[in-house]
């Protein structure tokens, strides 16, 4: 069975995305993102808080909104700290998360 893996930003139209981009074929997870603005591509909903196995939160914000959806969630977010300096596939950005999630993520459940 499949890691379910939740990305979480601010408007999921860049950090977030790129994220899931970046692990959509990966074997044995499978990933979603999300955003927490009202303008959001993906409105971060309690449904998905619940449908995921482990949510990273590009900011500690973006945990706060999670647990206050589900506080349940609160030991299954991590927060990446991956500030809203970056655009969608830039460089930079998939270097750091790249960084920040290989090791938890790509490890067998």
Avoid at 51 to 58: G, K
Wanted: with cysteine; charged share 25%.
């Amino acid at each position: 069975m499949p890691k379910k893996v939740l990305f979480v930003c601010t408007g999921n139209f860049d950090r977030s995305p790129t994220a899931e981009n970046m692990y959509r074929n990966v074997n044995g997870v499978e990933v979603k993102s999300a955003g927490i603005s009202i303008a959001a591509q993906n409105l971060l909903s309690k449904e998905l808080v619940e449908w995921a196995d482990v949510i990273y939160a590009m900011e500690g914000l973006h945990k706060k909104v999670v647990v206050k959806l589900d506080p349940s969630a609160r030991n299954k977010t991590i927060v990446l700290g991956i500030p809203d300096v970056y655009y969608r596939d830039q460089p930079e950005l998939k270097i750091l998360l790249k960084q920040r999630l290989d090791r938890s993520l790509l490890q067998p459940t």
